[in-house]
């Protein structure tokens, strides 16, 4: 278990750079850059409606989707455990003309402590998916200590779907490669309609909205307390 979250922190740090790709379609993944356009396009429009006061982005990455939901918070808390990721986010926050207050965190989300109830809304983009189910327990503890009662949540993340099926199994190990060859391997999983729903109904949260695409989905959750 140590090794493989040892594994994905690697496999991240040495990613970022060319992270922003897997948005352009060039993913060794699936290579169908169309299916790509038509999910980022939607769900880029999902990021701008959503976000409320103070937002925690968990496992931000390159802090894509901080340019379509910043402007609807007041302050924001970037958290990564990959330093080059956070270094990337950084560029992609300095970017953009905000008076947003911005935050950034590096650490693992299951270790880092935070005060309780202090955030009021959240963003976690295909990070879910890359935690054991022992793991996903733990994040959703936490992530529930931390928001306030009625936040919001966006679950962004890896449809399963027909396209998915042809290129990559639902669960497991997998081999990931770099643009220089260099390869990795990872868990992942990928979640379909019924798996999102048995996720939002197993941690008490309610789905105000759901884009499924077949290569990523956005779900739109409200805590019910
Ligand atoms: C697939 S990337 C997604 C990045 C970004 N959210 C996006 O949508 O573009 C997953 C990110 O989550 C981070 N991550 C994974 N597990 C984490 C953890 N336990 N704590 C903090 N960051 C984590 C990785 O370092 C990586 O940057």
């Not at 054991?132 to 529930?144: C, I, S």
């Not at 990931?176 to 309609?193: A, M, P």
């Amino acid at each position: 278990m140590e090794d493989q979250r040892d594994e994905l922190s690697a496999y991240y740090d040495a990613r970022a750079p060319e992270y922003d790709e897997v948005y352009l379609g060039k993913s060794p993944g699936i290579p169908e850059p169309e299916t790509y356009g038509r999910d980022v396009r939607a769900i880029r429009t999902v990021c701008a409606a959503f976000g409320f006061g103070h937002l925690i982005d968990i496992g931000c990455g390159t802090g894509y989707w901080f340019p379509y939901y910043g402007k609807n918070c007041s302050e924001v808390t970037l958290i990564d455990q990959s330093r080059s990721m956070l270094v990337e986010s950084q560029k992609k926050v300095n970017e953009q003309l905000t008076d947003v207050d911005v935050h950034f965190i590096r650490g693992n989300f299951l270790d880092v402590r935070f005060f309780s109830k202090i955030f009021d809304s959240a963003l976690v983009a295909f990070m879910i998916s890359h935690l054991t189910e022992e793991d996903e327990y733990v994040f959703f503890k936490k992530l529930m200590e931390i928001l306030k009662p009625k936040s919001e949540m966006l679950w962004i993340d890896g449809s399963w779907s027909s396209v998915r099926k042809k290129y990559r199994g639902k669960r497991g190990l997998q081999a990931r490669t770099l643009n220089n060859g260099r390869s990795f391997t990872i868990y992942k999983q990928y979640f379909d309609e019924n798996d999102i729903n048995a996720v939002i109904k197993k941690y008490s949260l309610t789905l105000r909205s759901l884009y499924m695409g077949d290569v990523f989905f956005a779900a739109r959750t409200v805590l019910r307390h």
